[in-house]
């Protein structure tokens, strides 16, 4: 994981722009580094993605399992909200929330549907870019949303799903939001439609270049062959008033080897000259360490690296790199 960090500081180093490093972080690597066009693809409950229809546990030859999802980088954030804590706050509201730091998820499954409470994922609001300043330093706890997601699997190629969300400030609650959507699968290609809202005091992202809007659809199709997946999507397809109206992105990744994964995308922004690129890796996947009937059919990497820079027609102004390191179990 250090190593990880080093590289990401070292390419951080190496533009002179403004860099925004999100390590450790939850959930939303292997979504910054497909260019955040991930509304058609499955995913594990501790990666994430904008449509809630997508979520998996495990494969059909499962038929009742459950999960629990460990954070391994929990020791620097209960360092972090050791720190930041209230000096007053009820040790029964300490311990908690510390355990909340160290088991990030909790997912459920049967043959029809998939249950997950998904919990501590920090988010912020759009323009605050203040908030990510020295973000490896802050507790995940001083805004962060916990959230509910269940998908239905009505048939093999049908899949629909929801997602409540209440957001924090520690344990105070301050709002709540929710998001819905449906994956077709008809032969090779999956497409997917979700549908978002949120809270009247404002959108939460999970980082600057997350370009989801309250009361908008997005749109998105996948193609998966081999170890290759292409992955597309339209952002705010309802909206015009709003921005990423009609935004495109789209992604590829690529599994050479089963301990890796190599992924690139971008997104053009809509009614703006900026544009992004995206790369980023998966390593080590969790399915070798366990028995057949317990592998997940979608990447389960245990590591995931995720840089992104966007340019201002061709100049780069901003950077993002992301770490996300979670166990299941």
């Known amino acids: 994981m250090f190593r990880l960090l080093l590289v990401i500081l070292l390419f951080r180093s190496a533009l002179a722009l403004e860099w925004i490093t999100l390590a450790p972080n939850p959930s939303f690597s292997r979504d910054l580094a497909l260019g955040a066009s991930t509304v058609a693809l499955a995913y594990p409950p501790q990666s994430e993605s904008i449509n809630p229809a997508g979520l998996s546990l495990f494969g059909s030859r499962s038929a009742r399992i459950g999960a629990l999802v460990f954070n391994p980088a929990a020791p620097l954030q209960i360092a972090n909200y050791a720190r930041d804590v209230n000096p007053g706050k009820r040790d029964a509201e300490i311990a908690a929330e510390t355990a909340r730091l160290i088991v990030s998820a909790g997912a459920y499954r049967n043959r029809y549907f998939t249950l997950a409470v998904l919990l501590s994922r920090p988010v912020m609001q759009p323009g605050h870019t203040l908030d990510y300043v020295d973000y490896e330093q802050h507790s995940s706890?001083?805004?962060?949303?916990?959230?509910?997601?269940?998908?239905?699997?009505?048939?093999?190629?049908?899949?629909?799903?929801?997602?409540?969300?209440?957001?924090?400030?520690?344990?105070?609650?301050?709002?709540?939001?929710?998001?819905?959507?449906?994956?077709?699968?008809?032969?090779?290609?999956?497409?997917?439609?979700?549908?978002?809202?949120?809270?009247?005091?404002?959108?939460?992202?999970?980082?600057?270049?997350?370009?989801?809007?309250?009361?908008?659809?997005?749109?998105g199709v996948a193609w998966h062959r081999g170890g290759v997946t292409l992955c597309a999507q339209v952002m705010n397809l309802t909206q015009p008033d709003r921005h990423a109206y009609l935004e495109?992105?789209?992604?590829?990744?690529?599994?050479?080897?089963?301990?890796?994964?190599?992924?690139?995308?971008?997104?053009?922004?809509?009614?703006?000259?900026?544009?992004?690129?995206?790369?980023?890796?998966?390593?080590?996947?969790?399915?070798?360490?366990?028995?057949?009937?317990?592998?997940?059919?979608?990447?389960?990497?245990?590591?995931?690296?995720?840089?992104?820079?966007?340019?201002?027609?061709?100049?780069?102004?901003?950077?993002?790199?992301?770490?996300?390191?979670?166990?299941?179990?």
């Open 141 to 219: 706890l001083f805004s962060h949303q916990n959230s509910i997601a269940g998908t239905l699997n009505l048939q093999p190629r049908v899949a629909v799903g929801g997602r409540i969300d209440r957001y924090y400030n520690y344990s105070d609650a301050q709002a709540e939001g929710y998001s819905y959507g449906v994956i077709l699968r008809p032969r090779g290609l999956a497409l997917g439609i979700q549908y978002q809202r949120f809270p009247g005091t404002g959108n939460r992202v999970w980082h600057p270049l997350d370009r989801r809007d309250d009361g908008t659809t997005a749109a």
């Open 248 to 329: 495109p992105h789209a992604g590829v990744e690529w599994r050479p080897a089963r301990a890796l994964a190599v992924r690139a995308g971008g997104m053009q922004f809509s009614r703006s000259p900026r544009w992004v690129w995206t790369a980023g890796l998966g390593l080590l996947d969790g399915n070798w360490f366990r028995s057949r009937a317990a592998r997940l059919v979608v990447p389960d990497d245990i590591l995931q690296l995720a840089v992104a820079v966007q340019y201002r027609k061709r100049t780069p102004e901003l950077g993002v790199a992301s770490l996300t390191c979670a166990w299941r179990w």
